[in-house]
């Protein structure tokens, strides 16, 4: 059980619970150090519980009301901790180098080694990730602008938590293999420095839509976020936002990770469909 919320001793509980109840989220009431704490049988539910704390089905009282933002918040976390996890881990490491500027700290980060002379030089090869195997997914982790980061985060919400409310072991194995697929393409392309979390967003795309055709629909992605993606990563492809003045893009790291959600989306769809008959 999950500890959700904490209320003081006098404050009525009863329309909370009915409820919750009523939407099938099990539940208990503990007494415990002169407060009414609630606690939940399953953390999936968490979101759905503070929705109905916050929203008005059950009025409990403004103290509940006041402290929404912080109230979803936690939910959040608590249902979706590696979306966050991932987040704020970008977050972070976009402060410390500020976005990409310090390179003697990306420099730890980046899928090529950096060699600090006079000037810098990236070390080509692939024979470093022998020695130092985290350069294949690290790169996911780095921005190089608020704009990137920015865009990058509200998608990876987004999509993350859409998977991970299903299961944060496929989140897991989603971000690893769709960001070293990513990764690996856009190394294999040039040598070059790199980042962000955009590859593996399209890879999450890919798999939802391959499995929710595939099989029995469970992440209802609309139509028009799936076309909106496809036609940035064409016009990507076409080197258009470089001519109009957006930068260089990481368009084989879009279309690794693509790929490889297609991929693991198809296979697993196959297993789903397998195991349902």
């Not at 519980?49 to 916050?54: M, R």
């Not at 990563?233 to 084989?252: D, K, Q």
Request: contains cysteine.
């Amino acid at each position: 059980m999950i500890h959700l919320l904490s209320f003081a001793a006098d404050v009525d509980l009863l329309r909370l619970t009915q409820s919750l109840w009523q939407h099938k989220i099990p539940h208990r009431v503990r007494q415990l150090n002169g407060e009414q704490q609630l606690w939940l049988q399953d953390a999936s539910q968490a979101e759905a519980a503070l929705a109905l704390c916050t929203s008005g089905v059950s009025p409990l009282v403004e103290d509940v009301a006041a402290v929404g933002p912080l109230i979803r918040v936690k939910g959040w976390v608590l249902t979706s901790p590696l979306t966050a996890l991932v987040l704020i881990l970008s977050l972070v490491i976009a402060l410390m180098t500020q976005f990409g500027e310090l390179l003697t700290l990306l420099a730890s980060l980046t899928f090529y080694p950096m060699l600090f002379d006079t000037q810098v030089y990236l070390v080509t090869g692939f024979d470093h990730l022998w020695q130092q195997p985290w350069r294949l997914i690290s790169p996911v982790l780095l921005h190089f602008g608020w704009l990137h980061l920015v865009f990058n985060g509200l998608w990876w919400v987004d999509l993350g938590r859409r998977i991970e409310l299903q299961s944060t072991w496929l989140l897991w194995v989603l971000l690893l293999s769709t960001g070293v697929a990513g990764n690996l393409a856009q190394a294999w392309q040039a040598a070059s420095l790199f980042g962000g979390l955009s590859g593996v967003i399209y890879g999450l795309l890919g798999y939802m839509w391959i499995i929710d055709r595939l099989s029995a629909p469970r992440y209802h992605l609309p139509q028009s976020i799936l076309v909106f993606m496809l036609l940035w990563l064409l016009l990507g492809l076409s080197n258009l936002w470089s001519v109009v003045g957006f930068g260089a893009m990481a368009n084989m790291a879009h279309l690794g990770g693509l790929l490889a959600g297609v991929v693991i989306g198809f296979w697993h769809s196959v297993w789903i469909n397998k195991t349902a008959k």
